[in-house]
């Protein structure tokens, strides 16, 4: 009897002792962070003579694009919005790109023949 009273006095205790540690003050509402650049990485593994996917990026007028890919040998094409193909470049020369309108511009990275597989690490920049 003595063990039931106890537990039920601790329970009791606890049950009203739960609102103390809660804060009643208002929380200070957080207003987001608007970043001017954007950083990302994106690593490719492809065969010989294999194309990746098309990759989009959405760009803004005036925004820039600024791509370092690291590979052995590999290249990579550069389409505007109107699937238009820019030209190759290589892929370990780093590229800016300004958008003249918006909407996206793809990439597409390319294998070269080889024995093994190309392992690619992009960088993207947006400004």
Known sequence: MKKLLLSMSVLVALATAAPAYASTAPVDTVKPEVRQTQQFVKYYALRPNELSALEGIYLKKGQQLTIYAQGQYS????????????????????????????????????????????????????N
């Open 75 to 126: 290249y990579y094409s550069v389409y505007d919005s109107r699937n238009h193909l820019g030209t190759f470049y290589n892929s370990n020369v780093g590229r800016i790109f300004t958008a003249t309108e918006d909407g996206y511009l793809y990439l597409q990275f390319a294998a070269p023949s080889s024995y093994t597989i190309n392992h690619i690490t992009a960088s993207y920049h947006i």
